[in-house]
């Protein structure tokens, strides 16, 4: 996390304009996985305050395959479909899946 939290950080100050956010997949989970949502005290941000639609996700995880980032990866992909992952490795689990969701979606064009 707190790779993401300096790339976010170097980034906003590279694009003042842009709206830049590092936030842990767990407090995601938290937020949108789940029917009831689970109050993350001293997160400001809730439900309300996140607009995912055709944002732009970059999901930092060392092994590309622990459950949070995971989840999450399979939690935004109704919100966007520009989801990248940064890993250890190019042949992770969570690689794989982004993949394979790209090939769906190129075969769908075709």
Known sequence: L???EQFASDL???F???RIKAVSSNKLLGLYGQEIAVPAFGFPDDPATHHLH???VI???HSGGTFAPFSCSNLLQS???NIF???????TQIGKQLRAMDALENEKEV
């Open 2 to 4: 707190w790779l993401a």
């Open 16 to 18: 003042p304009n842009l």
């Open 12 to 14: 906003q100050k590279a």
């Open 54 to 56: 055709d944002a732009i």
């Open 59 to 61: 999901i930092v995880s």
């Open 79 to 81: 919100q966007t479909k």
């Open 85 to 91: 992952v940064v890993t250890s490795e190019w042949d």
